[in-house]
């Protein structure tokens, strides 16, 4: 990914015939390889957040990927959507489940079982307010869609739209906003 100190280490060496490990503690040149390296674990750092925030996102259009690819690439309707949508928001339902029966009585919920509690209940409020997904109901979208390999560049050529639980459809941009 970053290459700063690749680079700042080879400029170095080559001034100075090959010899880098004789550089001078408090030196220009060693402040200047510090300097390369602090900037590549900032921007490493940086990259690797901005994975882990994409993530749900890219989870959740992979899943829709696959349900369209089930379907033979074809538009859905609402009522096959609105299914899949609900199967997608309880998809950790069991798992919670097990958590809470395997926690002794009169102890408090674990770390894990916290963290699904909330998945659980943050999906069932967005699927109120207005689930955003790639529009399923298009045949153009959905062709976009069966061919997603997994980046995050891919996502701004699909139509987005938000679908609440009493059936509306609103359309939507990318990336989103309340995400």
Do not use: C
Not at 56 to 61: G, H, I, K, T
């Amino acid at each position: 990914m970053a290459k700063t100190l690749e680079k700042t280490r080879k400029q170095i060496a080559k001034k100075r015939n090959g010899k880098l490990e004789a550089l001078h503690e408090h030196s220009r040149d060693s402040k200047r390889l510090h300097r390369a390296q602090v900037r590549d674990d900032r921007l490493e750092k940086i990259a690797e957040a901005r994975r882990k925030r994409d993530q749900p996102l890219l989870a959740r259009v992979a899943f829709f990927q696959d349900f369209v690819r089930e379907h033979g690439n074809k538009p859905l309707d609402l009522e096959v959507i609105q299914s899949k949508i609900n199967e997608f928001v309880h998809q950790h339902d069991d798992e919670y489940e097990t958590a809470k029966k395997a926690r002794r009585p009169g102890r408090p919920p674990s770390t894990r079982e916290d963290l699904l509690k909330m998945k659980i209940l943050a999906l069932d409020k967005e699927y109120r307010d207005g689930f955003y997904m790639p529009d399923l109901s298009t045949e153009t979208n959905v062709q976009l869609l069966s061919r997603f390999e997994g980046s995050w560049s891919y996502l701004t050529n699909l139509a987005w739209v938000k679908i609440s639980a009493s059936g509306s459809i609103k359309p939507s941009s990318f990336p989103p906003q309340s995400l």
